[in-house]
């Protein structure tokens, strides 16, 4: 039976939509720091933050899940716990059952994570891989969007009613199960024969260039979480706008990365090794408006650039990990960068710390940044040059 890649590729990319779907009911917070008065606000606001954890956790172990778990298996049951496990606090008002559940819901997306996005480059490749590398990467923005927009609309109900988006991912299991065929059939034999030989370890080579993947993937998640807690702040304090109008900025950054993973396979194709570099000094620019501009229109135009720029820094490092990587190895590459992401995420206040130290001004965050993403560029551009070819640095 001939593969139908269209439908295939529905199906793959439908998994992406619930990836970043944790915070999708941070909107009831409020609600829950009032029914669970007894209780801390730090542990309230847990039980939103709890799956990173148990993400992080999962995600790490990702490589011996593999060797135990078939693909299939892991996505069905990540799936089943994230629509069973997600919707939970709809039924109980317990604080330890939601925030076991909560966390129950981090297992099942950190099983899904790594394979979401390495069957992509196991079966798919050239020009048709980068494209829905970058689509991948729409997909998480679209699903993040979708997700917090049907919780808010429950929310009118009640806060535990939020808890039901959740059973969206039935709806994306029906989809995996209907389009897209098991790693060992027949379908998809052919894309996958020289790994049922094999027991290849991970080379130097390979370790190396995904640790540093997974470095910069951590620099550029960090850098949008900066974004997310810097802009509201530095529109309010510069007397320029309002929170809500911080907010509105942050969401057109999002809407940003989107409209990046769309076109990222054409980009690609055209600019090949100089587009990272491109989209570094792009993103650099944007942060540098963010800091230097002094106006909302400035501050919203460069969060704007900056958003597209470092979603295509982020599709380039999947595709970049696919090109360099074997096929026995990129489930384990694509780990170290996912786990990359989730520190990179976590470490933000940190680094914002430090940075406040030697200079406590908001804009200087996004000044810092900005010159790091100019540096690798042009350490990108040097290296590239000495060993004149295509070298895959991010």
Same mark, same amino acid.
């Given at each position: 039976m001939k593969r139908n890649n269209t439908l295939e590729s529905t199906g793959i990319l439908s998994l992406s939509l619930l990836l970043t779907s944790t915070m999708a009911i941070s909107g009831t917070l409020p609600a829950m720091l009032q029914h669970f008065a007894g209780h801390s606000r730090i542990w309230v606001e847990y039980l939103v933050s709890a799956p990173q954890i148990a993400m992080v956790i999962i995600i790490a172990l990702g490589p011996f899940i593999t060797k135990i778990l078939s693909e299939r298996f892991t996505i069905i049951l990540g799936l089943c +716990?994230? /629509?069973?496990? /997600?919707s939970t606090p709809f039924f109980f008002d317990s604080f330890l059952i939601i925030m076991f559940s909560r966390i129950l819901l981090g297992v099942g997306i950190g099983l899904m994570n790594t394979r979401a996005v390495s069957m992509i480059g196991e079966r798919f490749?050239?020009? &048709?891989?980068? &494209?829905? @590398? /970058?689509?991948?990467?729409?997909?998480?923005?679209i699903g993040q969007t979708f997700m917090t927009l049907v919780a808010g609309q429950l929310l009118i109900l009640s806060w535990k009613s939020s808890f039901l988006v959740y059973t969206f991912s039935f709806l994306v299991l029906i989809l995996y199960l209907a389009f897209v065929p098991a790693a060992n059939s027949p379908e998809t034999i052919e894309t996958r024969k020289d790994e049922q030989n094999k027991k290849q370890k991970m080379t130097q080579k390979e370790l190396a260039f995904s640790l540093i993947n997974a470095a910069f993937a951590g620099l550029l998640i960090s850098t949008n979480v900066t974004n997310a807690l810097r802009i509201p702040g530095f529109i309010v304090d510069s007397g320029i706008g309002t929170a809500v109008d911080g907010n509105n900025i942050l969401s057109l950054s999002m809407f940003a990365g989107f409209l990046s993973g769309v076109v990222f396979g054409?980009?690609?194709? !055209? @600019? !090949?090794?100089?587009? @990272?570099?491109?989209?570094?000094?792009? /993103?650099?620019?944007? @942060?540098?408006? +963010?800091?230097?501009t002094g106006s909302r229109m400035g501050v919203t135009v460069g969060a704007f650039i900056n958003g597209f720029s470092v979603a295509g820094c982020v599709s380039y490092v999947f595709t970049s990990l696919s090109e360099n990587v074997t096929k026995a190895s990129l489930n384990t590459a694509n780990t170290f960068v996912l786990v990359g992401c989730n520190l990179g995420a976590a470490s933000s206040p940190v680094i914002l710390k430090m940075i406040g130290v030697i200079n406590p001004r908001l804009f200087v965050s996004f000044f810092a940044y900005a010159v790091v993403f100019v540096c690798i560029a042009a350490a990108i551009l040097v290296v590239s040059h000495l060993k004149r070819g295509d070298v895959n640095v991010g």
């Amino acid at each position: 039976m001939k593969r139908n890649n269209t439908l295939e590729s529905t199906g793959i990319l439908s998994l992406s939509l619930l990836l970043t779907s944790t915070m999708a009911i941070s909107g009831t917070l409020p609600a829950m720091l009032q029914h669970f008065a007894g209780h801390s606000r730090i542990w309230v606001e847990y039980l939103v933050s709890a799956p990173q954890i148990a993400m992080v956790i999962i995600i790490a172990l990702g490589p011996f899940i593999t060797k135990i778990l078939s693909e299939r298996f892991t996505i069905i049951l990540g799936l089943c +716990i994230i /629509g069973t496990a /997600g919707s939970t606090p709809f039924f109980f008002d317990s604080f330890l059952i939601i925030m076991f559940s909560r966390i129950l819901l981090g297992v099942g997306i950190g099983l899904m994570n790594t394979r979401a996005v390495s069957m992509i480059g196991e079966r798919f490749e050239g020009a &048709r891989r980068a &494209r829905l @590398l /970058g689509f991948r990467q729409s997909a998480e923005t679209i699903g993040q969007t979708f997700m917090t927009l049907v919780a808010g609309q429950l929310l009118i109900l009640s806060w535990k009613s939020s808890f039901l988006v959740y059973t969206f991912s039935f709806l994306v299991l029906i989809l995996y199960l209907a389009f897209v065929p098991a790693a060992n059939s027949p379908e998809t034999i052919e894309t996958r024969k020289d790994e049922q030989n094999k027991k290849q370890k991970m080379t130097q080579k390979e370790l190396a260039f995904s640790l540093i993947n997974a470095a910069f993937a951590g620099l550029l998640i960090s850098t949008n979480v900066t974004n997310a807690l810097r802009i509201p702040g530095f529109i309010v304090d510069s007397g320029i706008g309002t929170a809500v109008d911080g907010n509105n900025i942050l969401s057109l950054s999002m809407f940003a990365g989107f409209l990046s993973g769309v076109v990222f396979g054409k980009m690609m194709s !055209k @600019l !090949k090794r100089l587009l @990272l570099p491109c989209f570094l000094c792009t /993103g650099a620019v944007g @942060l540098l408006m +963010i800091a230097l501009t002094g106006s909302r229109m400035g501050v919203t135009v460069g969060a704007f650039i900056n958003g597209f720029s470092v979603a295509g820094c982020v599709s380039y490092v999947f595709t970049s990990l696919s090109e360099n990587v074997t096929k026995a190895s990129l489930n384990t590459a694509n780990t170290f960068v996912l786990v990359g992401c989730n520190l990179g995420a976590a470490s933000s206040p940190v680094i914002l710390k430090m940075i406040g130290v030697i200079n406590p001004r908001l804009f200087v965050s996004f000044f810092a940044y900005a010159v790091v993403f100019v540096c690798i560029a042009a350490a990108i551009l040097v290296v590239s040059h000495l060993k004149r070819g295509d070298v895959n640095v991010g």
